[in-house]
């Protein structure tokens, strides 16, 4: 297993634009985490999964963010109607839902909205 | 409202020294904490963590230390190396799982 994996490593779109990024846990993992990250922060939370179901959300999740994880495997990350305060780095994380200290983080997205 | 607290944005140590980063949190309810060592275009990696039920946890060079009356913790590199340059995340685990991180603090170990 090679880990937690991100696609794209970078996105650059035009504000208004529809972003989607991709996460592939590590397959025995069944919880999946997505993480924004901007400059001089640490990341913060934005929603989680347990199998295929999405258990809890962030306040910071507005309505143009949409997360799926289709039969408990990858997951994507939908931004619509993209705004420069999207700018960021997402980070998707796995782990074992006994294991918190296992989690694995991937490289994350970084996404630059012009 | 931050709950997680690193109020050094950097820390500058000699290599061979000892390198102390702090980390002060808000919710008497976290029982569980961890720090984070980030490079840059890479995601956070796992360091090491520590339960409220303890008050030390040491692995090879890396100490953490727990005082919950203070609501503090601390990070102890003992001796630092020019490849533990990075910035470094202190974390609370919050009701979900998910983990509370604080700022960062950045490291340079000038050798």
């Known amino acids: 297993d090679t880990g937690v994996s991100q696609d794209p490593r970078h996105k650059i779109t035009k504000r208004g634009q529809n972003v989607t990024f991709r996460c592939d846990p590590i397959?025995?993992?069944?919880?999946l985490y997505w993480y924004r990250q901007t400059l001089g922060q640490g990341p913060e939370f934005l929603t989680y999964?347990?199998?295929?179901?999405?258990?809890?959300k962030s306040r910071l999740l507005s309505d143009r963010f949409s997360a799926e994880r289709p039969k408990g495997s990858f997951s994507t990350l939908e931004i619509q109607r993209t705004e420069q305060g999207d700018s960021a780095m997402y980070l998707c994380?796995?782990?074992?839902?006994?294991?918190?200290?296992?989690?694995?983080f991937g490289s994350g997205t970084r996404l630059t909205v012009v | 409202d931050q709950q997680v607290k690193q109020n050094s944005p950097s820390l500058s140590v000699q290599e061979g020294r000892i390198s102390i980063l702090n980390c002060d949190y808000t919710?008497?309810?976290?029982?569980?904490f961890l720090w984070y060592k980030k490079y840059p275009a890479e995601g956070p990696t796992f360091l090491i963590s520590?339960?409220?039920?303890?008050d030390k946890n040491e692995d090879g060079r890396f100490t953490v230390f727990l005082n919950k009356s203070a609501k503090h913790l601390s990070l102890h590199i003992v001796p630092s190396q020019p490849g533990d340059s990075a910035v470094y995340f202190c974390?609370?685990?919050?009701?979900?799982?998910?983990?509370?991180f604080g700022k960062g603090t950045k490291l340079s170990v000038k050798p």
């Open positions: 994380a796995s782990s074992s839902w006994d294991r918190v200290d296992g989690y694995t």
């Open positions: 397959s025995e993992h069944n919880r």
């Open positions: 999964f347990q199998n295929e179901a999405q258990l809890e």
């Open positions: 919710n008497s309810m976290f029982d569980y």
């Open positions: 520590i339960s409220s039920i303890k």
């Open positions: 974390a609370a685990v919050g009701s979900q799982g998910n983990l509370i």
